[in-house]
């Protein structure tokens, strides 16, 4: 986007997007969940959260604190400190308001045209300690939405074969999804 296509370049866009306002601090600056990733980059001017112009939305009622929950699954919560201080960031997360589309309403077509080719597509978890289980981009074909991704971790990027709600239709671990446009 600004022009400097360098390797140099690119890990300082990375940390731009990755880290919360685009400090790299440390292990807690990062933005870990998703729905966070989201607002922090539509702050930053590099994508905007479509997902009240797609559907009708619906407030996300999770209690995000899947990390501190499961600490040692994140070798990098080392101390009581850090716990403490993620336990804060969860707690201000959860102070906001967000919101997804669910699922059931992806059967509508009007709706699924306003889905653009490159959208990012956040899968809202039905765990209620989780915002977002999975990601993917948008994919126009054959006048629907389906998406590239990896469906599970080591295995190769795809293009789903079902379209957007037939994939997600029947999953247990998500209730609904998130829409994320890129701003050019």
Do not use: C
Request: charged share 30%; proline share 3%; aromatic share 8%.
């Amino acid at each position: 986007k600004r022009g400097d296509s360098s390797f140099e370049s690119y890990i300082k866009e990375l940390e731009y997007i990755r880290y919360r306002d685009g400090i790299k601090d440390d292990y807690l600056s990062r933005l870990h969940y998703f729905s966070e990733w989201i607002e922090n980059n539509e702050k930053k001017g590099i994508l905007k959260n479509v997902s009240n112009d797609v559907g009708d939305d619906k407030l996300l009622t999770q209690a995000i604190s899947f990390m501190s929950n499961n600490p040692k699954l994140y070798p990098k919560l080392k101390s009581n400190e850090d716990l403490v201080r993620l336990k804060q960031i969860e707690s201000q997360l959860n102070s906001r308001e967000v919101f997804y589309i669910e699922k059931n309403q992806l059967t509508s077509k009007s709706m699924i045209n306003k889905i653009e080719d490159g959208d990012i597509i956040a899968f809202v978890a039905s765990d209620t300690t989780l915002d977002v289980t999975h990601t993917a981009i948008a994919v126009k074909k054959n006048n629907n939405i389906h998406l590239l991704h990896a469906p599970k971790p080591g295995t190769e990027v795809q293009i789903t074969n079902k379209p957007l709600y037939e994939y997600i239709k029947n999953s247990k671990l998500v209730r609904g999804i998130m829409v994320a446009r890129l701003i050019e």
